[in-house]
Every structure is written in structure tokens, then in C-alpha cells.
């Protein structure tokens, strides 16, 4: 390989590996958002379930990881560092392949997931009190913001532990439907109303709920497909450089 194409290959390396960087970045801060973010419907999954805890410590390890490799993979690339190029390479292959098995694996137990969200969900809605700041006012965030009420419908909340039991008749404040007459409108909690039937939405905040999902399904998809095309690229230019040095080490050999 000449030497223009070795200076090429060196410094194209190096670009691949700080998108890697950024990109494992990226990933890294989506895990540290899932892990401490209070004002979203993935707020609610993480108090009921180990799971998206679990994911998201994955997901800043994946992240941090893959930034360490995108800076390892930076220096080897510069200073044509043999060892470091191989070492790349290798964490490289393992990362796409765990990257693989997980997608594999989310795949076929999607519809298992969404079973047990609806699970989570409908047990939140029954022991649902008012009081407590993390999951369920996030979900009143979630039902006033996407204008909904319960999983299905409002039905959910006849299930409700403190609506069942009282003597007054209650609704879920975060359903109250804005554009019904009525008197004052609060945020989180448990409303009484007067009338024959609560002021609340009428549909349920499973279809919008899966589409928010969804949606930022696409954009975690989006991230890893674009960082697994980077991971690629990379394997073949750091196994292209780290061939190049070794038939470079070999002509500086002297001859006698």
C-alpha cells in the first residue's frame, strides 16, 4: 500500500473513530436520560419495573464503553500504534455482535413488553393515590398532555382503590377535559365532580403512548444503525492500516 493511501486510510480512520465517539455519546446520554428522566412515560416504566433499569445501565455502558474505543481507535489510527489497532478491531466485533443479540432479542420479546407495560400501567391506575411525585405525577403529565385517560379508557380509574371506596364521586384530576364546563382545574390527584358523568377524555393513552414509544424507538434505532455502519467502516480501515504498518515495520528492516 502506497503512501498516500496509508495517510487516506489513517486519517479516514481516525474521522470514523470520532463519530464512534459522538455516537457513544449519544447512546451514553439516552441511558443517563431513561435513568434519571422524571417527566416522561418512561418514568412511570422504571418505578415498576427492574427492566428499563437495567436497559438503561446497558445503554450508558454500551455508551462509555464505545466512547473509550472511538478514542483508543483515535490514538492507534495517529500514531499507527499496532496493538491498539487489533485491540480496536476486537472490542469493535464484540460490541456489534452484543448490539445484534440484543436487537434480536427486543425483537421477539416485544410482545411480552408490551404485555407487561400494560400490566405496570393498570396496576399504577388501582393504587393510584396522588401522592406520590415520581410515577404517578408523571402520569397525570402523560394523560394531560396527550389528552387521555387510563390505559384503555377511563374505565381504568373505576378500578382505583380511592375512587372504589369513597363516598364522593371521584375522577382522575389529569383527565379532566379542558374544553367540558366545569369548575377549577387541577393538575395531579383525585377531582370530585357533580354531574352525572366526570369531565374527562374519552379515549384511552395506550395508542398515544405506543406511538410516543415508537417514535423514539425510531430515534434509538436510527442511533445504533448509524453506529453500527460506523463500527463497520472502522473494522475494515483499522485491519487495512494495521496491515499497512506491518509491511511498513518490514521494509524499514535492514538488509544485509
Same mark, same amino acid.
Given at each position: 500500500?502506497?503512501?498516500? +493511501? ?32 422524571? !417527566?416522561?412515560? *418512561? ?18 455502558? /454500551? ?15 495517529? %500514531? &499507527? *500504534? ?9 472490542? #469493535? ?12 432479542? *427486543?425483537?421477539? !420479546?416485544?410482545?411480552?413488553? @408490551?404485555?407487561?407495560?400494560?400490566? =405496570? =400501567? ?20 402523560? !394523560? ?14 373505576? &378500578? ?8 364522593? @364521586?371521584? %375522577? ?29 377524555? &374519552? ?17 434509538? #434505532? ?7 455502519? /460506523? &463500527? ?7 485491519? +487495512?492500516?494495521? @496491515? ?13
Amino acid at each position: 500500500m502506497g503512501k498516500g +493511501c496509508i495517510t487516506v486510510t489513517k486519517y479516514f480512520l481516525f474521522l470514523f473513530n470520532l463519530l464512534f465517539f459522538i455516537f457513544g455519546a449519544l447512546i451514553m446520554g439516552f441511558g443517563l436520560w431513561v435513568l434519571f428522566d422524571n !417527566q416522561s412515560f *418512561i418514568a412511570v416504566l422504571q418505578e415498576s419495573s427492574d427492566t428499563v433499569k437495567v436497559a438503561s445501565y446497558i445503554l450508558i455502558g /454500551v455508551g462509555s464503553l464505545s466512547m473509550a474505543m472511538g478514542f483508543f481507535g483515535c490514538i492507534g489510527a495517529i %500514531y &499507527e *500504534i499496532r496493538c491498539l489497532l487489533g485491540l480496536y478491531f476486537t472490542c #469493535l466485533l464484540l460490541i456489534l455482535v452484543a448490539q445484534v443479540t440484543a436487537g434480536v432479542l *427486543i425483537y421477539f !420479546q416485544r410482545d411480552r413488553l @408490551k404485555y407487561e407495560m400494560s400490566n =405496570i =400501567i393498570k396496576g399504577m391506575i388501582i393504587n393510584y393515590t396522588g401522592q406520590n411525585k415520581t410515577t404517578e405525577h408523571t402520569w397525570d403529565y402523560i !394523560q394531560r398532555t396527550m389528552k387521555c385517560c387510563g390505559w384503555t379508557g377511563p374505565g381504568n380509574w373505576s &378500578e382505583n382503590l380511592w375512587i372504589k371506596n369513597s363516598t364522593q @364521586k371521584l %375522577y382522575s384530576c389529569s383527565c379532566r377535559n379542558d374544553t367540558l364546563p366545569g369548575t377549577h382545574i387541577e393538575q395531579v390527584g383525585l377531582c370530585e365532580y357533580l354531574a352525572q358523568d366526570p369531565p374527562v377524555y &374519552e379515549t384511552g393513552c395506550a395508542t398515544n403512548v405506543e406511538k410516543w414509544l415508537l417514535d423514539n424507538c425510531g430515534i434509538i #434505532l436510527g442511533i445504533c444503525v448509524g453506529v453500527a455502519v /460506523v &463500527e463497520l467502516l472502522g473494522m475494515i480501515l483499522s485491519m +487495512c492500516l494495521c @496491515k499497512s504498518v506491518v509491511q511498513e515495520d518490514y521494509t524499514k528492516v535492514p538488509k544485509y
